[in-house]
């Protein structure tokens, strides 16, 4: 399995950016996907994440109302749709695949998540 984000780089604060996420050796469409970020000197954190339906999402308070999630099963593809991007959100920004079940609870932990991509930066300058 592996996975590849693109869409990364460097925008103004207020900008907006939409990562992607591909992935072989495996259909997107049977599993959950989460996008996650660590940002220099923190933990990698869960920020979004969609279940393998499409009919749950999850989204840290951080992004909220600004970032969206979203899954295009023709092309096994997982989108990250940011907007209003802020100084806050310069981090490297990742792609993971969980091969359970949709956690109600806490769907976006780090450490449920099996596979991961290699990250794609994501730099936010005012």
């Known amino acids: 399995v592996q996975l590849v984000e693109s869409g990364g780089g460097s925008v103004q604060v207020g900008g907006s950016l939409r990562l992607s996420c591909t992935a072989s050796?495996?259909?997107?469409?049977?599993?959950?996907i989460g996008w996650f970020r660590q940002a220099p000197g923190k933990e990698r954190e869960g920020i979004s994440c969609i279940s393998s339906t499409g009919a749950y999402t999850y989204y840290a308070d951080s992004v909220k109302d600004r970032f969206t999630i979203s899954r295009d099963k023709a092309k096994n593809t997982v989108y990250l749709q940011m907007n209003s991007l802020k100084s806050e959100d310069t981090a490297v920004y990742y792609c993971?695949?969980?091969?359970?079940?949709?956690?109600?609870?806490?769907?976006?932990?780090?450490?449920?998540?099996?596979?991961w991509g290699q990250g794609t930066q994501v730099t936010v300058s005012s």
């Open positions: 993971a695949v969980d091969l359970g079940v949709w956690d109600f609870r806490r769907p976006c932990q780090v450490r449920a998540y099996d596979y």
């Open positions: 050796g495996l259909i997107f469409d049977d599993h959950v």
